[in-house]
């Protein structure tokens, strides 16, 4: 059996050691077995090593039975010395979310009696789902006295207590294991199984930042970052909101109200913008020099209901068919009306004229053309 070293030093990043086995593992890849290994495979909830041995590279680590399978992009002869080593900041980076994550979950089920009942170390965040509802003033609780358990640099500490000290112990997470535990101890904080290798103390944690919650499956879902990852995304949502502040002249603390003056602003304008292309449609159906026949009228960019009002409208000023269409060639929108004409019984004969679908009652018909416009004026002229 292999000897896993990240369970005697979480922070070894590598190991001369030997092949003992390459087998095919399926879509090109290797499962390499070695006599020594700095890779944590997945579990926990967090995600398996990444690096290499020798020039094949570990995109993935797992565990079989008791053995650690790493999974290579290129062959490795049994027999062969090898160095292995780990990605250790993508390692440190998963350190740093998982002991944030224990932290958090530790005080949420002191505080507030919920468990952790589903773990994700996603690429984006790590999320934790709990088995009842927090609310953000709750999470903020939390959040800040998990920074305090950062700021006491407390000591995080693995160890294997017999069966009958486990009797007495409480600690989360009892369920799900089976066989020697292993349990996680951050002082003062939490208590809990785990078999992921950990930081020492909880000063390398870094900032414990909960992002998001949403209700999940009768409980909540946490999102959260801390530590290096929890840096990047300060720094992406600070460029965001400096430059959303450089363009709207607007302290960095004060965006959002400055976008919800601009979003004001904006309703204003359309509602303003609308009124003024009603009039100026009215404008043009008085222009309309009225007749006994068929009109056929064109609007580059009216919108659906605009094209029905401006068709009703126009229709007073003919004795036959209204026909107002919008568009550009080939994807028009018409709407027809007519006072003294069946259109409920001509749509099918004018859709077929205009490659439209649509239809209506006996006073109007609404519907859509893939047609050119002289197509539209020549139908218009024919029915
Ligand atoms: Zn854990």
Redesign the pocket.
Known sequence: MTRKLYYEDSYADRVSTEVISCEPYGDGKFAVILKETVFFPEG??QPGDTGHIGDARVVDTQESGDEVLHITEAPLKAGDKVDAVIDFTRRLRLMQN?GGE?IVSGIVNRRYGLNNVGFHMGSEDITIDYDGFLDRDALRTVEYEANLAVIKNMRITATYPSDEELLTLHYRSKKVLTGKIRI?TVEGFDV?A?C?PHLSHTGEIGIIKILDSVKYKGGVRVHLQCGLDALDDYNAKYEAVRSIATRLSSPQGKVDAAVLHLEEEFAACRARCARLRDELLALKVESIEPTDGNLCLFEPDLGTDELMRFAIAAAEKCGGICAAFSGEDMNYRYCMVSRTRDLRSMSRDINALICGKGGGSAEMIRGTAACDRDTFADCIRKI
């Open positions: 926990g909830g998982h224990h996680v809990c785990c992921a």
